[in-house]
């Protein structure tokens, strides 16, 4: 059955003037996710960077209790949705940005968005988002990138730094493969949900990764690559510009599985 989509605030209806502020005031932070059969993989780690962005941005953390009665309100009983909670505080203003103190909670009930299937082409663009370790919300520059991208004839961009090594993509992070290895790129960038649960899976699995610089002139060294965040946990990316990878379906389904293998938390 389809979701309604809904806002709340704190655990009621969002209000007018709580609309209002995050349409006109672009200052805070959210992070999303997939509820499925009532639970949530890596439930622990979005409540985590919550309570991190809350305390970076406004001063003081909202708790994790208080955060997941919220959560429950809003779902009020779904089984299965797409959720986006989000971190703000009416009181900051571009004219009075001083204020400290706990931030308001908007959780946003959506339904669950289809993932994607893989043969995804994208453009590497030279990018570098600001307060990178933050999943804030200053989207403007992915938004554009990808724009940008899509005009060109690609699906979606890829940043790299001022170093030329690559880091992430507009709404997620990328992974190499190397034979029966997986690689995650050394530069500044999100810490995805998605790919700590990756990571964590194939280490049980016994599947060898390693972190290190991959710049566009080493894409010849690798047979595959995907995309993971918590839409899509593992799509084959089959092209970077004009370098077409030969493919490498068996350890991006690997990939797929070690994420499929981190259990669902409860609310």
Excluded at 160 to 176: A, M
Excluded at 219 to 242: K, Y
């Amino acid at each position: 059955m389809a979701v309604a989509p809904a806002l709340w605030v704190d655990g009621r209806p969002a209000s007018l003037e709580d609309l209002a502020h995050q349409a006109l005031v672009n200052y805070g932070a959210f992070t999303s996710f997939r509820v499925e059969g009532g639970g949530v993989r890596g439930l622990d780690l979005h409540l985590a960077r919550l309570e991190a962005e809350s305390s970076s941005l406004f001063g003081e953390t909202v708790g994790e209790a208080v955060l997941r009665d919220y959560v429950r309100a809003a779902l009020a009983g779904r089984q299965d949705a797409w959720l986006r909670v989000s971190l703000f505080a009416r009181e900051i203003s571009n004219r009075d940005p001083h204020r400290v103190g706990r931030p308001r909670v908007m959780v946003g009930v959506f339904d669950p968005p289809a993932s994607l299937t893989g043969g995804v082409r994208v453009q590497s663009q030279t990018y570098e988002r600001e307060a990178v370790e933050l999943k804030h919300v200053a989207t403007f520059g992915l938004l554009r990138a990808r724009r940008t991208a899509r005009q060109a004839g690609f699906d979606d961009a890829l940043f790299v730094d001022r170093d030329g090594r690559i880091s992430e993509g507009t709404l997620w992070n990328i992974g190499f493969v190397q034979g029966d290895v997986v690689v995650w790129p050394l530069a500044s960038m999100l810490d995805g949900v998605a790919q700590r649960l990756i990571h964590a899976g194939l280490t049980a699995a016994g599947v060898p990764q390693r972190t290190e610089a991959v710049r566009l002139p080493d894409l010849t060294c690798f047979d595959g690559v995907f995309l993971c965040n918590s839409a899509t946990p593992a799509a084959e990316i089959t092209a970077i510009d004009g370098h077409v990878f030969s493919g490498a379906a068996d350890m991006i389904g690997q990939v797929a599985q070690a994420w499929r293998s981190q259990p669902r938390q409860t609310i």
